[in-house]
């Protein structure tokens, strides 16, 4: 009998909660059935999603996850508590032969000391959107049936997936598009030799390094461009200091400037009405 994947497991968890429940893989110890969306990879849930658009919201969140992640490599055990805005999560690591291959994430909690740290950033946060009926021993209940059925995949189907390095630069791509993204910061991030860690993106993409960061950028910026912000704040809002340069490259991969793009939405949204 064929198993479901990871990702239709999540989901029937946090079915019915406001939960959210993510899974970081940290080795090549992977198979198709624990591929998961970038949004089950990341801190997705919309109190962060807003938190992040703070000016140095998602820099500070940024941090605290990777001091998180790596006290939880360090250790090899679980942690929890608050994270520096308010938000509570739990985290505990997924060992596969003493290796910890990856980190179950559970959080989106709401507490009362959590709340008053949310409310000192913003009363317009919505709190509403936490789940407030998860102590730690059912997020200790929820990694654990996860783990578990990890552990499960893995002995059914193997590992037959490349390095998860490419997966994990994607991801850190999404997270930071704002940012000036280089293929020398991802080599020391995550610990490639620059010119490897190029052709090896290439290879498992098809794109440059910079090409794809464009692309994704370019990807964004169209979809912001059918609200009401100007040129010039989606431009920066997606990593582009340089407005003319923007315009270039978004007019070599749609074909128009964002101004006749964003007029020809327009008219096809006016002529369906």
Known sequence: MDCASLCDLIKCIEYGNKLHIGVIMLSNQMNEKM???LEMKIHASAICSEIKEMNGGYQTCY???NAAIEKVLA????SYGLCIHGVYEYMQPVLFRDEVIAIIFVG?????RGR???MNI???LPLDTMEINCDLQKCVEISNLIEGY???LLEKYGSNLKNPVIDHIKSYIAENMENDISVVEL???FGYNEAYLGRLFKTETGYAIREYVNRERIKKAKSRLLTGESVIEIAQSVGFNNVTYFNKIFKQQVGTTPTQYRKAHNATKQETW
């Open 35 to 37: 591929l998961l969306p």
């Open 108 to 112: 989106n909690i709401l507490t009362d």
């Open 75 to 78: 250790t090899k055990s679980s």
């Open 122 to 124: 913003s009363e317009a």
């Open 150 to 152: 990890i552990q499960i």
């Open 187 to 189: 080599s020391q991030r």
């Open 116 to 118: 008053e740290r949310l």
């Open 63 to 65: 941090a605290c996850r």
